[in-house]
């Protein structure tokens, strides 16, 4: 009988994050602060910090506990997640400088008529 020793991460973690966030990422929720509740495979939820203040990026989950210098799944779907949300706030934010630009350039014709 071969021994268990602990397993050396597996090199598909960062996919199985993507699989979770292509799953499950509408159910992630941001607690602020860089702290997320992630969904579980086995229901329930993790509790992943992203260490925005600086520090070590954690997850509640057993993997990260095994692994600490690793990033989880659930660590890297909310990371996604972040990326994600960022993206949609810089383009939100560029939809109303471009709206404000267009009421700029509008009034200026609108001046010299
Ligand atoms: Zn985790």
New binding site residues.
């Given amino acids: 009988m071969i021994e268990k020793s602990v397993p050396a991460p597996p090199a598909t973690r960062e996919l199985r994050g993507l699989a979770l966030f292509r799953d499950h990422g509408a159910e992630i929720i941001h607690e602020g602060h860089g702290v997320y509740a992630v969904p579980g495979c086995s229901g329930g939820s993790?509790t992943?910090d992203l260490a925005v203040f600086g520090g070590e990026e954690s997850?509640s989950?057993p993997?990260?506990a095994r692994h600490p210098k690793y990033s989880?799944?659930?660590?890297i779907a909310a990371t996604i997640s972040r990326a994600k949300s960022r993206a949609k706030a810089r383009r939100e934010q560029r939809k109303r400088t471009a709206s404000r630009a267009a009421r700029g350039n509008v009034a200026s014709l609108t001046v010299g008529a």
């Fill in positions: 993790y992943v997850c989950c993997d990260h989880c799944k659930h660590l």
